[in-house]
């Protein structure tokens, strides 16, 4: 379970979150949801390290995560997929996925085999360099960089940004079976209403850098989601 309590988060003088909470559990899938410039990327980075909080914690199964930097964040367990892939496009996707080592003792450095099952395009391509792939191959890749971690949680950032329907799809069909496989928590920020509605079962809503709504999907009907977004 990841347990995010009164985060604040500044860039320079501009406070960006306010006192922002949430809770992730293990097994299902949540939500965070919000009109462009609310701070759900901030949040995101925030939670994975690569930006500094300045009020707040986070915690994983109740032990408090020092936050120092993405690799302090990345050894707790925490695995975050960034809006834009970040792919290394020089690199093969066999040595993209193996970057995912560098948190893991060495005894642990292996590529899970479930990776190739939930994406089989990515064991075809094995040599094949990740600036050579498609935006929806590389959403993929960037995915299972991050299950090559063996995360308690699973960060994404707009995973279904510029891709085709049929990858968004199969991006849906992965994280919905992670979410059944009941190892990890999974976090995702969405603008796509109706692919967020289909597979999270909680929500949080974020509206000028505060916490507007937190639901679970049970109480809380899509008309509704809309209303909070205003779309």
Known sequence: MLDVRNIDLRYGQSQILFDISLRAETGQITAVMGNNGVGKTSLLKAISGRHPIVGGAVSINGQKVQLMSAYHAARAGIAYVPQGREVFPMMSVQENLETGFACLPRGDRNIPDFVFTLFPVLKEMQSRRGGDLSGGQQQQLAIARALVTKPKVLLLDEPTEGIQPNVIHQIGDALEFLRDEGHMAIVLVEQNADFAYRIADTFTV?????????????AYPKEDLMADLAL
């Open 206 to 218: 974020i509206e000028q850098g505060r916490v507007k709504r937190n639901a679970i999907k049970s």
